[in-house]
């Protein structure tokens, strides 16, 4: 029997819904699968994480390809050639510049802009279109969804949180345009519809509520009708995607009914408890959107700027921008350095998970660029030089990882965003206070 060539963005449909598939032999004709493998998209995630790190136990020792991981990045050893460590990188536009105080509300805003935020805590507020919107805004129509905006902590977008900055300044790195943040989702359950569901579907995802059937029922019909003409491997990898899907539906399910830690503060319906199995659920989200290649440019908070989190996971009990301001204090430095070993382990699974999904001859990890950092290095002097930044993923085999870059002082973050724009099929001329690529990644 002569095998069906599917396209690309081909949906599994029914009950007025669509499933989008990851990509499968079948999508590519036969000819091709003979000759040259169809490439797969390049993806790209920009990670925030919230008052800089120990930097003296975040460095690597070594240099180039002779390096050993720090404590802090040491869950990241199995990962090594798939990664760059990062030195060197400066975001300007994070300093005062004559603003004065404000440096975390800084950090979130200029982190993927490279922009000066303008000081006013009103309606006012302007930075700069940031790196991940610029990018979707010449590649987002090729997906369903031209961007995702993810993150951990709800924040709000008016008010004073910051020395006379606004909150939405510290509630965003995602910035659609000098002038408007993209807000984003903190509650699993909403990024996960948002993904595979839309405002249309809505009466639809009510009833698969009450009835608490899966997503996977209402396109059964069509999964089967398929399955003929899928090769072998094809049918192997749709199992184990069903196998996912399912898996976040079951933890979306079981987070929902989990008591609250902190009753007096409102979550939405589906925010787990647990700080770990809401950080994995949104990569899980994260990866599953990019499996289907339902969008390519994703952006995640795991804090806001200044978050003063507790993280009694590993025994940490002050808050985190508390201990930040820890003026040398070897105790409470030991205790900040348990909190950015934590976040690190937290992105070790995420970026297994990705390497673990095979994607054509490759990998989700292969084909994906994953930054990982802060705007601020030392968050006891408010630094923004010097900046802890991991890029992880081959960017489509545009990437030669497993090595310790250090760059000349005072390189522009932006520089490294030229670079991955490049890498998006998007390049830019410009972005904030770029002043050329980091070729150094090649």
């Given at each position: 029997?002569?095998?069906?060539?599917?396209?690309?963005?081909?949906?599994?449909?029914?009950?007025?819904?669509?499933l989008?598939?990851?990509?499968?032999?079948?999508?590519?004709p036969?000819?091709?699968?003979?000759s040259?493998?169809?490439?797969?998209?390049?993806?790209?995630?920009?990670?925030?994480?919230?008052?800089?790190?120990?930097?003296?136990?975040?460095?690597?020792?070594?240099?180039?390809?002779?390096?050993?991981?720090?404590?802090?990045?040491?869950?990241?050893?199995?990962?090594?050639?798939?990664?760059?460590?990062?030195?060197g990188?400066?975001?300007?536009?994070?300093r005062?510049?004559?603003d004065?105080?404000?440096?975390?509300?800084?950090?979130?805003?200029?982190?993927?802009?490279?922009?000066?935020?303008?000081?006013?805590?009103?309606?006012?507020?302007?930075?700069?279109?940031?790196?991940?919107?610029?990018?979707?805004?010449?590649?987002?129509?090729?997906?369903?969804?031209?961007?995702?905006?993810?993150?951990?902590?709800?924040?709000?977008?008016?008010?004073?949180?910051?020395?006379?900055?606004?909150c939405?300044?510290?509630?965003?790195?995602?910035?659609?345009?000098?002038?408007?943040?993209?807000?984003?989702?903190?509650?699993?359950?909403?990024?996960?519809?948002?993904?595979?569901?839309?405002?249309?579907?809505?009466?639809?995802?009510?009833?698969?509520?009450?009835?608490?059937?899966?997503?996977?029922?209402?396109?059964a019909?069509?999964?089967?009708?398929?399955?003929?003409?899928?090769?072998?491997?094809?049918?192997?990898?749709?199992?184990?995607?069903?196998?996912?899907?399912?898996?976040?539906?079951?933890?979306?399910?079981?987070?929902?009914?989990?008591?609250?830690?902190?009753?007096?503060l409102?979550?939405?319906?589906?925010?787990?408890?647990?700080?770990?199995?809401?950080?994995?659920l949104?990569?899980?989200?994260?990866?599953?959107?990019?499996?289907?290649?339902?969008?390519?440019v994703?952006?995640?908070?795991?804090?806001?700027?200044?978050?003063?989190?507790?993280?009694?996971?590993?025994?940490?009990?002050?808050?985190?921008?508390?201990?930040?301001?820890?003026?040398?204090?070897?105790?409470k430095?030991?205790?900040?350095?348990r909190?950015?070993?934590?976040?690190?382990?937290?992105?070790?699974?995420?970026?297994?998970?990705?390497?673990?999904?095979?994607?054509?001859?490759?990998?989700?990890?292969?084909?994906?660029?994953?930054?990982?950092?802060?705007?601020?290095?030392?968050?006891?002097?408010?630094?923004?030089?010097?900046?802890?930044?991991?890029?992880?993923?081959?960017?489509?085999?545009?990437?030669?990882?497993?090595?310790?870059?250090?760059?000349?002082?005072?390189t522009?973050?932006?520089?490294?965003?030229?670079?991955?724009?490049?890498?998006?099929?998007?390049?830019?001329?410009?972005?904030?206070?770029?002043t050329?690529?980091?070729?150094?990644?090649?």
């Amino acid at each position: 029997m002569r095998r069906r060539i599917l396209h690309r963005r081909t949906l599994l449909r029914g009950a007025g819904m669509g499933l989008a598939l990851p990509l499968l032999e079948s999508m590519t004709p036969a000819v091709a699968r003979t000759s040259t493998p169809r490439a797969a998209p390049v993806r790209m995630a920009c990670l925030f994480f919230a008052n800089g790190a120990i930097m003296d136990r975040w460095r690597p020792q070594g240099d180039g390809t002779e390096f050993e991981f720090s404590q802090t990045l040491q869950p990241l050893a199995d990962l090594k050639q798939d990664l760059l460590v990062i030195e060197g990188l400066t975001q300007h536009h994070a300093r005062a510049n004559g603003d004065g105080p404000g440096d975390h509300a800084r950090n979130a805003s200029a982190f993927l802009t490279g922009a000066q935020p303008r000081k006013t805590s009103g309606a006012d507020i302007s930075v700069g279109q940031s790196i991940d919107q610029a990018i979707a805004d010449r590649i987002g129509s090729q997906t369903r969804l031209p961007s995702i905006e993810l993150g951990i902590d709800r924040g709000r977008n008016a008010g004073n949180c910051d020395s006379g900055y606004s909150c939405a300044y510290s509630s965003n790195i995602s910035w659609k345009s000098a002038t408007t943040p993209c807000s984003k989702e903190v509650n699993p359950r909403s990024a996960f519809e948002r993904i595979f569901g839309t405002p249309e579907q809505a009466a639809d995802t009510e009833r698969r509520r009450r009835n608490r059937r899966s997503i996977l029922d209402f396109v059964a019909d069509d999964t089967r009708r398929l399955q003929p003409s899928l090769s072998g491997a094809d049918r192997q990898k749709l199992d184990e995607y069903f196998s996912s899907l399912r898996d976040v539906e079951q933890r979306l399910a079981q987070a929902a009914l989990q008591p609250l830690e902190i009753p007096e503060l409102a979550l939405p319906e589906g925010v787990p408890g647990d700080l770990r199995e809401h950080i994995n659920l949104m990569f899980d989200i994260l990866l599953l959107a990019f499996q289907t290649d339902s969008t390519r440019v994703a952006s995640l908070m795991l804090a806001d700027a200044g978050s003063n989190r507790t993280y009694p996971e590993v025994d940490v009990r002050d808050g985190h921008h508390h201990l930040s301001h820890h003026r040398d204090d070897e105790e409470k430095k030991e205790l900040i350095s348990r909190i950015d070993r934590y976040l690190v382990e937290r992105l070790a699974h995420f970026l297994t998970r990705l390497k673990e999904t095979s994607e054509g001859e490759s990998n989700l990890l292969a084909n994906s660029m994953v930054l990982y950092g802060s705007a601020i290095s030392d968050g006891n002097r408010h630094s923004h030089h010097d900046l802890p930044i991991v890029l992880a993923g081959g960017g489509g085999g545009t990437i030669s990882g497993g090595r310790y870059l250090k760059l000349a002082a005072e390189t522009p973050l932006n520089n490294l965003f030229l670079s991955m724009s490049d890498r998006m099929g998007a390049p830019l001329e410009s972005l904030g206070d770029s002043t050329g690529r980091v070729t150094e990644i090649d």
